[in-house]
Every structure is written in structure tokens, then in C-alpha cells.
């Protein structure tokens, strides 16, 4: 096969010289056509014959077999070489047409030119083999039919053939190519390939018809590309390896790798464990959440001063699991404190049920000033200490840390409530009737203003004085003050109150003589006061010496009353005036007592001494002792002095001696009452204290 393709190659070799020779002739001829049909006829014969003969200068010389070369047979395909005729220049090539450096020639025959003998000539400069070497000549024959003329395509026409005048002559026919019915010659497998003349040219390859056209180095690119984007395509969509490729050997995992690969398996196999749990520990909690419900919730109450609270807000936390997580239950009913009702009293109760509970209480005033801060049971012994708005919050709660580590309700409920203290104060007059010379008392007790309170009267009063049990005051009532009822106000704590006391007239002692040395001696009137002790009168401390011991008579020894308190001694009077009431006398302030010289005076409760000194003239040594809300008790005419002025004295304290005769007073700020029922501890207004 590839001997019978190298001889094809080289058979238009042959024919180039043939055109190349065949050119001067058409020059000569000027292009002209050489004459009429019988001319073509011969021209074909002669190209037949030319190729057959055309094969010599192909091969090297040498000797051939005579058998070799058979004559051309028109019916018969020749045994020589096939050579393919030439596509015309109108249609598709299978390659691309050849370079038009080298246009096919044609072969014109002059007008005057003899005719063809049926030997092809040798072309000029062409060698011919001796005819010894060479293939015997066939001889000469007859033209034989031409059948294969009417089925022979038209030979194509060459860019040259296009361009020609319109006059050239018709009989004008391309050499070029050669007839499919050319003989064939068969080389001798066993004779070695000649080689060829040194000044041969070599013939160009003719296109083979059978043979694909060859595509331009843009048709390749595109092709190139198409198919490289379809490649691609089907690589992405099936994703298969090319089975064609080497697979490199995976390399062995190291231990780091192993150990990654592991910690990795346990990590998801622990992230799915953890997963299961939850999904398993959401499903149970939630069904303990929906059990949770609120009939485990405390119930709790409180009341305030017998009144019922309403519950502000609460919040209360139901266990789920355990303490860690809980269902809280919330309600908010108000903001504002709830409104109660006055508090008359300074001391409220509160009430709290609640069981396994604790209680918070603060109270607050106006000034929103915290007054009271504990528990419910520290509040029971509170007092309220003056009148006013408070505010209260009460919280009553449970914590966790009051469960001992169980699993139980906690939470808080809230009460707030606000209400007045408007305690009426206690005002009570200690008798409504006083004689002349006695002594009335006003308690105000159950005050909660730190003001003092007052009293607006016409009697003589010490004023409010601040005790024990309360606010007191003194009412001492003169000898002489007129009888009748006298109007009491009273305001404390905000309140006022009016009270009435009256005052009776004292049975009146009376004492005639005859002259004016029988009246009793010593004796000193309610004019007779001495400056010093005048000046004592309204001083002296407030608080009462006397609350806790009382009073004491002062005379030791066995007295005799000389002249009492409230008689009146008269001088001559005439029996109708000691009938009538009437006449002139002095009446007695104080007592005059009768009784052993150099007699113990004690002090007739706990002082202090204001004065203790010998004031001279009827007075003589004098003892002026303080003991407190306004009460004093003076002595005159004492035998000798045991105490000095400003010493605190005691009850039963002797304080000086006695002579045969000696005053003794009781002044209640400046009025003088009756002495003897104080000493001995008969006077009501001082025993209330």
C-alpha cells in the first residue's frame, strides 16, 4: 500500500515537464486555437500516449521485462498508474486549491503543426531513455471508440481558463489532467525504486477526491474550542474520572491523622448522644412544666387593724426539676396602696396567715421617713407616736433558701395600704367639784404630737407639765376664789375639748376673841409674804420629786393645830355679826402648830431647797423646798437649820428643828392651799399623777 501511494505521488511529476514543454508552443501560437474537432481528437491520443510513455522519466533506468508493458486498451483499464483527474475550480475542494504560482498549463497546437504520429514526444531538455532499456513501443493502431468521452466530466476550469478572452477558441483544452481510463503500470516489487534525475523538479501531489479537505488554522481553533467547552461539559455533569489517568497511590495516614480521624468519630458520636438527651429532657420537661399548676401556690392573708388587705401583686415560682427550674405564676392587681380607716389608737395589730412564710413590714410617714422596719411579730409591741398619713408594705415571702434543699414553692405576694393616725387624745379632770383651798387636777394622756397641749381657763394653773401617764396640769384653788363652775378648754393633738370644774365654798371655821392679844402667834398672812420667798414662788423645776414616794407629814413629834388653814379670827364681834357671817378678821393661809421646842422637821417629800436662811421678824429661819410641777413647801419660825440652800433633800430627810410654835405652807405656784391634806397624802389632784 504504500509503494502503490509513493507511485502515485510521483506520476504528475512526470507531467510537469510535459506542460512545461508545452508552453513555449502556446506562446508561439498567441493563445489562438489550433483548428477543428478532429484536432482534440488527436491531442487526447496524444496525451494517453504521453502519459504512458511519461513514466519512464519517473523511474530510474533500467532494464524492464518485456511482459511489463501492455498497450493501452480504451475498453480496458490500463495497467499503469491511475491518475485522478482534477476537480473543477467551481467546486468544493476537498483540500485547499494548490498555490497559483504554478497554474496549470494548456496545451495548444499551432495551426501549421503536423499531426501526431500516436508516440508522445519528449519534451524539450526531457531525457529519454535508449529504447533498449525502456518498455518496447506499442505500434501503431487505429483510433479506437472513444466510449468513456460522453461519461468523462468536463475538466475543471483553472483561474486562468476563467479569465480568458471570449474569442478563444473552443477546441482549447486543459493538459493538466488526465483521464480516469488512463493505463496503470504495476511496478515490480522486486526491482528496487529508481531514483531520480538530479534536474527533475519535483511534481506537486495531485488532491485526491477520496481524501478529507484540509481546514483552515481558524476552523481548527473554532473546532478546537468547541471541543474542548463540550469536553468540559460532560466532565462537570458526570463527574467521572478518566479511567485513562494514573491514580496516584493514597499515602498512608499517620498517627496524628488516626488519632484526628478519632477524636472526631467520638466528637459526633458524643454531639448525637447530646442531641438525643435534650430531645428526650425537652419532652420531659415540658411535660412537668404543663404539670406545674398553681394549686401549689401558698395561701396566704393579712389584715391590718381588723381590716382586710387586698394583695398588690405576687409572684409565686412552682418547681419543674427540682430548684433549678420552675413555672413562676404572676399577678399584679394595683400600684396604689390600698386606703384603711383612721387609726384612733397608738397601737395597731396586724395579722398575717401564711403557712411556712416570712414577714417584712416597713412603715413610712410623710416625710417618707422609715418609722418601723421588721417583722410581724416584732410590730405587735410598736407605737405610734404621733398623729399623721403612713404608708405600709407588707411582704410576706418564701425563698429557696428557707426550703432546706427541697424542691418547693418560693415566691413573694406584696400588700401595700396607707392610712391616718388621728388618735383622740384622753382628757379627764381628776374631780369636776374642788372646795376653796383645794387643789384640782387635768391629765391628757394618749398624745402622740410632740407639742404641749393647753388650757384656757380663769382659774389659777401650773400650766401642762409632761409625766408618766401623760401631760398634767394643776388647778390650786384659792380660799377666797368665788364658788361657781369655771369653763376648762383643753387642746391636744389636734383636738379641742372644753371641760367644766367647780368650785364649792369651804365650810368656813371661824374664831372670836375678845382682844387682839388672843389671836394666835405667830402668824404671818397671804400680804405678810416675805420678798425672798415671794420671788421663789414661780421657779422651781418641772418634773415631780414626789411620783414615786409620795408625801410625808413633816412634824415628828405630836402636834397641836393652833390655827388652821382658812380660819378666820375676829376681834369683838357682836353676837348679830357672828350670827350674819359678818364682821372684819384675818383669815389663815397657811397652819400654825403647837408643839415641843427643838422637835425633828423632816421634808415631807424628795427637793430641792431654794432658800434656807433666817429672814428675821416673824418669818425668822425659813426653809423654801422645791419638789417640782409648780409644788412647793415652806416653813417658818424653825429653831435651827440642818440643810443649806440648793441641797437636794429626800422624804423623811430632817431638815431643821422646831420651836414652840411653827408655820408651815403649801404653795402650788403662788397660791397658797391647804397644807395639812397634801403632807398627810389626802389630796387626790396630786396622788393622780
Known sequence: MEEKKDQERVIPQSEQPEASALAPQQGQEGGRPSGGPGKNSRRRRRRKAKSGAGQGPSVAPGPEKAGDAQP??????????????????????????????????????????????????????????????????????PDPPEPAEATQPAPPQTPEQ?????????????????????????????????????????PEEEPESEEEPEETPEQLRRTAELTRTVQLSIEKLTDVPDPMEAVEPAAAPTLADRMREGLWRVLRWLLLVAAFVALVAG????????????EAIPEVSASFNGQTLETASSSWHVPVVANFF????????????????????????????????????????????????????????????????????LRVYRDNDSLDHEAGVSGQQIYLFTFQVRLKPGIRLNTTTVQQGGVAALRVS????????????????????????????????????????????????????????????????????????????PYLGLEDTPAEVQALLNTGA??????????????????????????????????????AGT????????????????????????????????????????????????????FYNLRELSVQKGQTVIRGQQIATTNQATIGEVRIVDVPVEPLSIWRGQCDALRYY
Open 72 to 141: 493501452p486498451a480504451p475498453a480496458e483499464k490500463p495497467a499503469g498508474k491511475r491518475v485522478r483527474p482534477v476537480r473543477p475550480a467551481d467546486e468544493k475542494p476537498n483540500r485547499p486549491p494548490e498555490s497559483p504560482a504554478e497554474p496549470e498549463k494548456t496545451e495548444q497546437t499551432p495551426a501549421g503543426a503536423a499531426e501526431p504520429t500516436g508516440r508522445p514526444e519528449p519534451a524539450p531538455g526531457e531525457e529519454t531513455a535508449p529504447a533498449a532499456e525502456g518498455p518496447k513501443a506499442a505500434p501503431d493502431m
Open 162 to 202: 476563467t479569465e480568458k478572452p471570449e474569442d478563444a477558441p473552443a477546441g482549447t483544452e486543459e493538459t493538466t489532467g488526465q483521464p480516469e481510463n488512463a493505463p496503470e503500470e504495476k511496478p515490480d516489487p522486486a526491482e528496487p525504486e529508481p531514483e531520480e534525475p538530479a534536474g527533475t523538479p519535483e
Open 283 to 294: 419532652v420531659g420537661i415540658a411535660w412537668l412544666y404543663s404539670g406545674a399548676s398553681d
Open 326 to 393: 420552675k413555672r413562676t405564676y404572676s399577678e399584679k392587681n394595683f400600684t396604689e396602696p390600698e386606703q384603711l380607716d383612721d387609726l384612733e389608737t397608738t397601737r395597731a395589730v396586724l395579722r398575717v396567715q401564711a403557712d411556712g412564710c416570712d414577714t417584712e413590714l416597713e412603715i413610712t410617714d410623710e416625710a417618707d421617713q422609715t418609722v418601723f422596719e421588721g417583722t410581724a411579730e416584732e410590730f405587735e409591741s410598736f407605737r405610734f407616736s404621733q398623729n399623721g398619713s403612713y404608708t405600709g408594705r
Open 446 to 521: 394618749g398624745i402622740l404630737d410632740t407639742e404641749t397641749p393647753t388650757l384656757d381657763t380663769d382659774l389659777t394653773n401650773t400650766g401642762f407639765y409632761e409625766g408618766e401617764s401623760g401631760w398634767i396640769v394643776y388647778l390650786p384653788i384659792e380660799y377666797d376664789r368665788e364658788p361657781g363652775d369655771y369653763t376648762l378648754t383643753v387642746t391636744a393633738g389636734g383636738y379641742t375639748e372644753e371641760l367644766t370644774l367647780t368650785v364649792s365654798q369651804r365650810t368656813e371655821q371661824a374664831r372670836d376673841v375678845s382682844s387682839r392679844s388672843q389671836l394666835t402667834s
Open 542 to 579: 418641772a418634773e415631780a420629786a414626789w411620783a414615786e414616794e409620795g408625801f410625808v407629814q413633816p412634824f415628828t413629834d405630836s402636834i397641836e393645830i393652833s390655827l388652821a388653814y382658812g380660819t378666820t379670827e375676829y376681834v369683838g364681834r357682836t353676837r348679830t355679826q357672828r350670827q
Open 583 to 634: 364682821g372684819s378678821g384675818r383669815t389663815s393661809t397657811n397652819i400654825v402648830v403647837t408643839g415641843r421646842r427643838g422637835g425633828q422637821l423632816i421634808a415631807p417629800a424628795d427637793g430641792q431647797v431654794l432658800l434656807a436662811e433666817d429672814l428675821g421678824g416673824t418669818a425668822g429661819n425659813t426653809i423654801v423646798i422645791d419638789h417640782g410641777a409648780g409644788v412647793k413647801s415652806i
